[in-house]
């Protein structure tokens, strides 16, 4: 077991512990009546609050990040490597648990730091350098999934993430938490009309390759050149009619078990590595990704 694993579970482990201390010192609870969870107020001024200590090392870290205020805990502080938290640039405060979960709920594994930061900027898509490698979410709007995909294009050294103004979730504590610090580290591009954003990848020669269920040859079978974005759609509606119309390709993952579909997380994970496989490796078809016995398409 990694460490990052093992400190992951105790940290989990002990926010049930510190929650389920808190409803028996809580008043008032009735067994048969448990108590309303009730929402944190929102930091206002436009920030955002940002929790987990992977997540707020690389905000740390990140020069194009403006934060206006820490709360963390003494434990976490020290994991953090903060030798001096007063000598930051912003105030910081040294705090119990409980104070952190009053301000991101009782629900979130904050591990005992929380950030209010100024959210990143996102920028317009004639501002994509010459990454090989480009996501592009087609009205993907569950944060959880934004942030797992975040993190994964990290990984696989994607450049860019590119989504829509409108039908896409806004920076949030929980789309930070799952991307573990991959959102300071990757380009975020945000488009008014995709159909047009693709049109614009497809004149810079990036070849546009849409993930669809039905799509009619398998994904290592369609990719080609030297600049490839990756099309993902909403789970359960996928690419609607315009995007698969207008992608150069359509692409499947051929699944030979009894669940014929995937999580969009997962199946970006899938996609990305057959993706960097054929940057890195032209020609190359990665062993076992989505190929069924005999299949030569």
């Known amino acids: 077991m990694s460490d990052q694993t093992s400190r992951t579970r105790k940290d989990s482990h002990y926010a ?17 009546k448990p108590a309303r969870s009730q929402s944190p107020a929102p930091p206002g001024d ?26 963390v805990t003494r434990n976490a502080a020290e994991r953090l490597k903060l030798a001096d938290p007063a000598g930051l640039s912003f105030p910081v405060e040294i705090v119990e648990p409980r104070a952190i979960d009053r301000l991101t709920g009782p629900d979130a594994v904050h591990q005992g730091v929380v950030i209010e930061a100024e959210p990143l900027r996102p920028k ?20 959880h999934n934004v942030g797992a995909i975040l993190r994964t294009a990290v990984a696989f050294g994607t ?9 896409s979730p806004a920076e949030s504590g929980v789309l930070a938490k ?3 610090g991959a959102l300071e580290h990757i380009d ?14 497809k004149a810079a020669g990036i070849l546009t390759i849409g993930l669809d269920s039905e799509g009619p040859k398998r994904l290592e079978a369609t990719l080609g050149g030297d600049r490839v974005a990756l099309v993902m759609g909403a789970e359960g509606k996928g690419l609607r009619q315009k995007t698969r119309e207008t992608v150069d390709r359509l692409a499947r993952l ?10 969009v997380s997962n199946a970006a994970a899938i996609a990305l590595y057959a993706a960097r496989r054929h940057l890195d490796e032209p020609g190359e078809t990665p062993a076992g990704i989505g190929r069924k016995a005999g299949d030569a398409s």
């Open 46 to 71: 436009g920030l955002v609050r940002l929790y987990g200590l992977h997540t707020v090392r690389a905000a740390l870290d990140n020069p194009n990040r403006t934060i206006h205020r820490m709360m």
């Open 16 to 32: 049930r512990l510190r929650r389920a201390h808190r409803d028996e010192q809580s008043p008032g609870r009735s067994e048969h």
């Open 254 to 263: 051929d699944m030979p078990g009894a669940i014929r579909s995937l999580n």
């Open 124 to 143: 317009a898509i004639s501002a994509l350098g010459d990454t090989p490698l480009i996501v592009v979410l087609d009205q993907v709007t569950d944060p």
């Open 159 to 167: 450049g860019a993430l590119i989504t829509t103004k409108r039908h």
């Open 178 to 180: 799952a991307a573990s």
């Open 188 to 201: 975020l591009i945000e488009v008014r009309n995709l159909a047009q954003a693709l049109d614009e990848l």
